[in-house]
C-alpha cells in the first residue's frame, strides 16, 4: 500500500491480516450515506450503485436480453464456475436471493459495485462489496446461470413447487464407460458461470454471489479456468488446449444465428415456457494424464487427435479451418468421432477452459479441461457424442472424467423487473 | 492472519468497542486532512519518538512514519495492556494514520520493530471529558446486563475450572478429561472480553501450533495435549493448572473493568461466530480432546446473548435483520443439539466431513447476518 492509499485509519483497529478494510474508508466525494446501508440488512447488497471507480466500464457486456450472455458471447480468457446447493426448504428466501444475485450480477457486469459498494455504508458494517474488482473494468464479465435437475426434485421430492416445471431434457446424465465421477465435483441445485478478461474480475462475482446467498445456498464445488479452448468467435485463433493442440476449430460462432437457433437456443413451445431462449449445459472436469501423453510420439499424439499439431489441419487437409476429410482420419481420432457428420449432425457450443490445479499427491499436474457445452437438448447434443466418444475415442487412454453436471440456463433477464428464474417462479 | 502470530480477531473487534460508541458524523469525517492535527510518531529499529504524549480525550488520531528498516507496527495500549488501536505491517519508508477515541486515562504507545515482542514504549497521558452522545436507554441496558452476563459467566466457571485444576492435581486423568470442556466453556462464552486482557489469553488459551519462536506454553491446551496423548500428568502439568487457576482469579478480577459499548457487544458477538468459522469448524482448537462442539456451543451461546441484549433496540430499526438472526440462531441451536451427548457434546472426530460442511453452512448463514448489527447499532 502506497501511503495515499492509507487515508484513513478510521476508528477501527487493522485486521489480522494486516490491512484494514477501514483503510479504504474515504470520505472525500460525499459518498457517505448514513443508515442506508445497515437498514435493509443482507436484502441491501442488491442495488446497483454509481460506478465510483475512474476507470470507465470498458468491454462490457450487456447482462439483459432474449438470452443470457456467457453462451453466445466471445469466449472470454478467464472463467470461475460455481455450483451451489440450495439449503433451505423456504421458497421465498430462494427467490429473494435470486433476485438480489439478479441485481448484483447486472451492477457487476456493468463495471458497478454491489449495493453501496466497497469503500462506502456505515463505518461498523462490512461493506456491500468485497473491493477486490474496485477499479478494474468488467473485462467482459457475464454471469450466467443454470438450474439442476436437483433443484426440482430430490429424493422424490418436490423441492419448491416446481416439479412439475422440470424440462424432461433435463434428465440426469447417462453413466458413460470409464467415467470415474467425484460426486464432490458433481452434480448441484444451481450453477454460475462468471467469464472474464480479468480473473480477479470472475472470482470477485462468484465471491460476492456466494456472500450474498450464505444462509440460502451453500458452495458445493468450483472450479477456476484458464487459457480458454475453444472460441466462438472461429476467425480468430483457434486456441490450444494442454495436449498442445487445436480443437473446435468448427465450433458455432457468436454471430452465426442459424446455428445458434437449431443447435443452442431452445424454442418457444419445446420444454416449459420457462426454457424459452434458455439453453441446456453440460459441464465435464476432464482429467488429462499430461506426463503420459508428453511421453507420447508425435505421430501417435497426431493420430489420437485426428489433426496435425503444427498448424492443427485436419489429417488429410493442409489449412486449420478446411473441410474435414472424415474418412483420411483414424477411425479411432477424437476429431473423427466427435465431428457432427458422424453423429447425425449432433452439434453443440463449447466454451471450455483449461484448469491446473497445481499437482496431486502423486505429483502429477491436476490438470485438464474443463469441458463446457451448450444445446438446445442434451439428449441429441452432448449425450450421443459423448456416447460414441467414452465407447472409441482413442483419446480416453489419456483423459478420464471426474465430474459432471448438468443445467437447465433459463432465457435471459428481460429487463429491471425480471430476475434469475422469475418465469420458473413464477 | 498476522504474519508473525495468530491474534482472534475478536481482540481487535472488542478493541474498538472499548472506546468507540461515538456519532456516526464524528467518526466519518477523517480522512488524511486530519492527519495535520495527527500525534507524530516516528518509528526506528530502536527508538519509538512520540512528538506529543499530553492528548485530549475524544477522538485523536497519530500518523506514524517508519524510518527503520523493519516492519513494524504500532500499539496504543491501556493499563494492562489492552489494545485501544492497533497498526500492523508498516513497512519501512511508509506512514499510516490511525484514528481512534480514547478516553482520559494512562496510556502507552508501543512501536515493534519487527512486529515483534513487547516493543518500544513510551507513556502518554489523556485528559478532559469529550463531548459523549447520548446513549439510547435500551442500549445503556444492554451495556449493563452484558456487563452483569461476563461477571456472572467468570464467576460460574470458577467452580467448574477449580475442578478441573484439582483432578490435575490429583492425577486423576478420568476425571481431569471429564472437567476440561466444563472448564473452558465459560471462556468461550464471554471470548471477547476475556481476550482483551493482554498476556491472559495467549498464556490460558494458547494453542500449539500457535505458539511464537519462545513463547512458554501454558494454559488449557498444554495439559489438554498430556491428558490425551499421553494421559500421564507430571509435575509440570500440576504447576501449569495452578497457574492457570491463578489467571482465571487474575480474569474474575479484571472483567469488571472493562469497557462495554453496544458497537462493542455487536462485534463482540460477531468476532464469536469468526471463531467458530475459522477455529472450531474445523476441528483446529481442540486437537487432542476434539471437544470442539463444546467450544462451538460456547461461542454461540455467548454471541446470542449479545445479540438478545441488543435486540429490543435492532429490531426497531432493523425488523428484518432480527428476523433473519432468530431464524438463524434457532437453527444452528438445532443443529447442535444432534450432537448433544450427555451435559455436553459428542467428540468431533465422529463428525464427518458432510456434517462439517453442514455445521460450516450455518455458521456462515449466521455470520453474514450477524456482521451487520454493529452498523445499525451505532446508528
Request: net charge negative; with cysteine.
Amino acid at each position: 500500500m502506497t501511503e495515499t492509499d492509507r487515508v484513513a485509519e478510521a476508528v477501527e483497529p487493522s485486521s489480522g491480516d494486516g490491512f484494514s478494510r477501514r483503510a479504504l474508508l474515504g470520505w472525500t466525494g460525499g459518498a457517505l450515506v448514513v443508515g442506508a446501508a445497515a437498514a435493509g440488512g443482507v436484502a441491501t447488497a442488491v442495488t446497483g450503485t454509481e460506478d465510483k471507480s475512474s476507470t470507465p466500464a470498458l468491454g462490457s457486456v450487456d447482462f439483459h436480453g432474449v438470452n443470457q450472455a456467457g453462451i453466445a458471447t466471445p469466449v472470454q480468457d478467464r472463467l470461475h464456475f460455481c455450483v451451489f446447493d440450495v439449503i433451505t426448504d423456504d421458497r421465498a428466501k430462494l427467490v429473494r436471493m435470486l433476485q438480489q444475485w439478479t441485481a448484483a450480477a447486472a451492477a457487476m457486469t456493468a463495471g458497478k459495485q454491489i449495493g453501496t459498494g466497497a469503500d462506502s455504508g456505515v463505518p461498523e458494517s462490512p461493506p456491500d462489496d468485497t473491493g477486490e474488482a474496485v477499479g478494474l473494468p468488467p473485462n467482459n464479465l457475464t454471469l450466467t446461470v443454470g438450474f439442476g435437475p436437483t433443484l426440482f426434485t430430490k429424493d422424490g421430492r418436490d423441492r419448491f413447487g416446481i416439479a412439475a416445471k422440470k424440462p424432461e431434457a433435463l434428465a440426469e446424465l447417462p453413466a458413460f464407460p470409464g467415467d470415474k465421477l467425484d460426486p464432490q465435483r458433481s452434480g448441484g441445485d444451481i450453477a454460475v458461470q462468471a467469464c472474464s478478461d480479468d480473473p480477479q474480475v470472475a472470482v470477485h462475482a462468484i465471491r460476492n454471489l456466494a456472500r450474498i446467498g450464505f444462509g440460502v445456498v451453500s458452495v458445493r464445488w468450483s472450479q477456476l479456468g484458464f487459457g480458454k479452448t475453444s472460441s466462438t468467435t472461429p476467425e480468430a485463433m483457434t486456441p490450444r488446449n494442454l495436449f498442445g493442440f487445436k480443437d473446435g476449430t468448427r465450433n458455432i460462432a457468436g454471430t452465426e444465428t442459424d446455428r445458434l437457433r437449431e443447435h443452442v437456443w431452445v424454442p418457444a413451445g419445446e420444454g416449459p415456457a420457462w426454457m424459452t431462449g434458455g439453453s441446456y449445459l453440460v459441464a465435464r472436469r476432464i482429467r488429462m494424464h499430461i506426463e503420459t501423453w508428453d511421453r507420447t510420439s508425435l505421430q501417435e499424439q497426431e493420430d489420437v487427435i485426428g489433426r496435425n499439431k503444427g498448424v492443427g489441419a485436419p489429417q488429410g487437409a493442409t489449412g486449420e479451418h478446411d473441410v474435414v476429410p472424415l474418412k483420411a482420419l483414424p477411425e479411432k481420432s477424437h476429431v473423427r468421432l466427435s465431428h457432427p457428420d458422424t453423429n447425425n449432425g449432433a452439434t453443440i457450443l463449447r466454451r471450455g477452459y483449461s484448469f491446473v490445479d497445481g499437482s496431486d499427491g502423486l505429483g502429477r499436474l491436476e490438470a485438464g479441461l474443463f469441458f463446457l457445452a451448450y444445446q438446445r437438448d442434451p439428449r441429441k447434443g452432448f449425450i450421443p457424442v459423448q456416447q460414441r466418444l467414452a465407447a472409441n475415442d482413442a483419446m480416453n487412454e489419456y483423459i478420464q472424467h471426474v465430474g459432471s453436471a448438468l443445467f437447465a440456463c433459463p432465457g435471459g433477464v428481460r429487463g429491471a423487473d425480471d430476475y434469475w428464474g422469475k418465469a420458473l417462479f413464477a | 492472519m498476522s504474519v508473525v502470530r495468530r491474534r482472534p480477531a475478536t481482540t481487535r473487534a472488542l478493541g474498538v468497542g472499548l472506546l468507540l460508541a461515538l456519532p456516526l458524523a464524528l467518526t466519518a469525517c477523517d480522512s488524511d486532512d486530519s492527519s495535520g492535527d495527527a500525534v507524530k510518531v516516528t518509528a526506528k529499529d530502536k527508538s519509538c519518538d512520540v512528538a506529543k504524549k499530553d492528548w485530549p480525550a475524544g477522538k485523536n488520531s497519530i500518523k506514524v512514519t517508519n524510518k527503520g528498516s523493519q516492519v513494524t507496527e504500532l500499539y496504543v495500549y491501556a493499563q494492562g495492556d489492552r489494545i485501544v488501536t492497533e497498526r500492523e505491517n508498516i513497512g519501512p519508508g511508509t506512514s499510516a494514520t490511525l484514528n481512534f477515541e480514547i478516553k482520559a486515562g494512562t496510556y502507552e504507545v508501543a512501536c515493534k520493530p519487527g512486529m515483534k515482542g513487547d516493543g518500544i514504549r513510551q507513556k502518554v497521558t489523556v485528559a478532559g471529558t469529550p463531548a459523549e452522545k447520548p446513549i439510547d436507554p435500551r442500549l445503556a441496558e444492554a451495556v449493563a446486563h452484558y456487563r452483569t452476563f461476563t461477571n456472572t459467566t467468570v464467576e460460574q466457571m470458577l467452580p467448574l475450572a477449580t475442578e478441573f485444576v484439582n483432578a490435575v492435581k490429583a492425577g486423576d486423568v478420568a476425571k481431569a478429561k471429564e472437567y476440561y470442556p466444563k472448564s473452558r466453556l465459560g471462556w468461550e462464552t464471554i471470548e471477547p472480553v476475556a481476550e482483551s486482557f493482554g498476556d491472559l489469553d495467549p498464556q490460558m488459551d494458547a494453542r500449539e501450533a500457535d505458539l511464537e519462536p519462545g513463547q512458554e506454553w501454558s494454559g488449557w491446551h498444554r495439559i489438554e495435549k498430556a491428558l490425551w496423548t499421553t494421559g500421564q500428568i507430571t509435575d509440570v502439568e500440576k504447576g501449569y493448572a495452578d497457574r492457570l487457576m491463578a489467571d482465571l482469579k487474575t480474569l474474575q478480577s479484571k472483567v469488571g473493568t472493562v469497557d462495554i459499548t453496544p458497537t462493542s457487544i455487536a462485534n463482540g458477538a460477531k468476532g464469536l461466530l469468526d471463531e467458530v468459522a475459522t477455529g472450531k469448524v474445523t476441528g483446529e482448537e481442540e486437537a487432542f480432546s476434539h471437544t470442539d462442539l463444546w467450544d462451538f456451543a460456547g461461542n454461540v451461546d455467548g454471541a446470542k446473548k449479545a445479540f438478545e441484549l441488543l435486540k429490543p433496540y435492532v429490531a426497531e430499526k432493523d425488523a428484518a435483520l432480527t428476523g433473519t438472526l432468530d431464524a438463524e440462531f434457532a437453527k444452528i441451536q438445532g443443529l447442535l443439539f444432534k450432537y448433544k451427548q450427555g451435559d455436553g457434546y459428542v467428540s468431533y472426530d465422529t463428525v464427518d466431513e458432510a456434517k462439517r460442511k453442514e455445521l460450516s453452512d450455518a455458521v456462515n448463514a449466521l455470520g453474514e447476518p450477524l456482521s451487520k448489527l454493529a452498523g445499525v447499532v451505532a446508528q
